[in-house]
Each structure stands twice: as structure tokens, then as C-alpha cells.
């Protein structure tokens, strides 16, 4: 079992995230939701495979941050993941790095100021 269940990456302005994470990381969220008063939109996720699901989350107690817990996506080009995050004039705040196993890491900054980790194995 795997123990990380879900993720929520605190936004301030959830269309613009949308926006972000649409481009860089190349997918499909679901309809906006409202839950306990916060604004959400999920990540894509399907059930039995591996990895947690996870949601762009806005309200008051969503405060995004570069401190604190350290979020991993995996991606299957890492270049081009950098790459789209830069033309979108985002920075780059740890650069490709070789991982002894043969990937490599990097971390952005997200439109709304996370520190976000991409990882390729």
C-alpha cells in the first residue's frame, strides 16, 4: 500500500493554475468543484494504477508556498516539461539534475508561486 492518498497544491487563482498545469504537464483536469467552501479541480487519476490522486486547490486556508512539503510529479519528458514552464516565464529553481538510478529531477516554480518537483525514471 502505498501511504500517500491524496494531494492538494494550494492555488491562489485556480483558472490561471488550470492554465499552468494544463500546458506544462499536458493534461485534462476535471470540472471545477466546490468542496467545504474551497474551489477544486483534479488531477487526472485512474483507479488500481500507481500514484495518489491530487487537486488545484483554492480558498482561504490554501496558501501557496515555496516552503514546506515538496510535491514529485513524474513526467516523461523532463526537457520539455522545463521547457514549457520557462515559456511560460516561470523559473526554473533546481536545474535537470541526474538521479544515481539513471532519471533525473528539476524543480519550478508554479503560477502561483509552489515549488514543484519533476521527476523522470
Request: glycine share 8%.
Amino acid at each position: 500500500m502505498n501511504i500517500i492518498a491524496h494531494v492538494e497544491i494550494p492555488v491562489r487563482d485556480l483558472e490561471r493554475a488550470m492554465t499552468f498545469y494544463s500546458t506544462v504537464f499536458e493534461i485534462t483536469f476535471s470540472d471545477i468543484t466546490s468542496i467545504h467552501g474551497n474551489r477544486m479541480a483534479f488531477f487526472p487519476f485512474a483507479e488500481g494504477q500507481d500514484g495518489a490522486s491530487g487537486a488545484l486547490a483554492e480558498g482561504e486556508i490554501y496558501v501557496p508556498t515555496h516552503q514546506g512539503a515538496l510535491l514529485y510529479l513524474s513526467v516523461n519528458d523532463i526537457d520539455a516539461v522545463l521547457q514549457r514552464a520557462t515559456n511560460l516565464g516561470q523559473q526554473i529553481l533546481l536545474p535537470k539534475t541526474a538521479l544515481d538510478d539513471g532519471g533525473f529531477v528539476a524543480e519550478i516554480e508554479d503560477s502561483e508561486g509552489n515549488r514543484i518537483a519533476v521527476q523522470m525514471l
